[in-house]
């Protein structure tokens, strides 16, 4: 009779293994197809790496791009921004958030019609027009960007046509790495 219950209880034992086996791997996970720890961190990382590599793709966008340039009207410090496309400003934002020591330099130019003191103050108020538009509309950090006003003294076109002071009435805005 002994042997009887001691067989009896291994039997037992060996169905309670089981059935919790079968519960625990069958209808809460399925062990045999559980995917390996490296699979698991792989899956943790992919965002991290995507924006790695989009910082990187953002980066060469921008340096790639060299020099942008908004255009003024006479004696105006604003101006339409359409030069400036979202995807630009967009990627700008982006490298500037993955490379904090980057920045921002924007120049103010003005042509010569007026005072010389009168357009250094007009570059340097459309310099900072440029500058709070990046703030404001893209969200780029204030702290990155520097501007400078030049006034009359960098022109890129001849001051004595329409044209040429069309062409002065500028902001240069330019990435130091």
């Known amino acids: 009779m002994k042997n009887l219950i001691l067989f009896f209880s291994f039997l037992l034992a060996l ?20 995917p390996n720890p490296a699979a698991i961190a792989e899956k943790a990382n992919a965002p991290r790496l995507e924006l790695i590599a989009a910082a990187e793709e953002a980066r060469a966008f921008v ?27 967009a990627k700008l934002k982006l490298y500037l958030d993955n490379y904090p020591d980057a920045r921002i330099v924007i120049t103010g130019h003005a042509d010569s019609a007026g ?8 570059s340097e108020l ?23 006003a030049k006034g009359t003294a ?9 044209e040429g002071r069309e062409m002065n009435r500028r902001t240069e805005i330019q990435i130091k790495i």
């Open 63 to 89: 340096t790639g791009s060299g020099t942008q340039k908004i255009y003024f009207e006479t004696a105006r410090a604003s101006a339409d921004m359409s030069a400036l496309t979202a995807g630009y400003t």
């Open 154 to 162: 960098e022109p890129a076109a001849d001051n004595s046509t329409p």
């Open 126 to 148: 459309r310099a900072r027009f440029v500058k709070n538009w990046l703030i404001i509309t893209s969200g780029i950090n204030g702290a990155q960007i520097e501007t400078m």
């Open 15 to 34: 169905w309670i293994a089981f059935a919790s086996y079968w519960f625990v791997c069958r209808t809460m996970c399925d062990c045999r197809n559980s």
């Open 115 to 122: 005072p010389e003191q009168y357009n250094k103050k007009l």
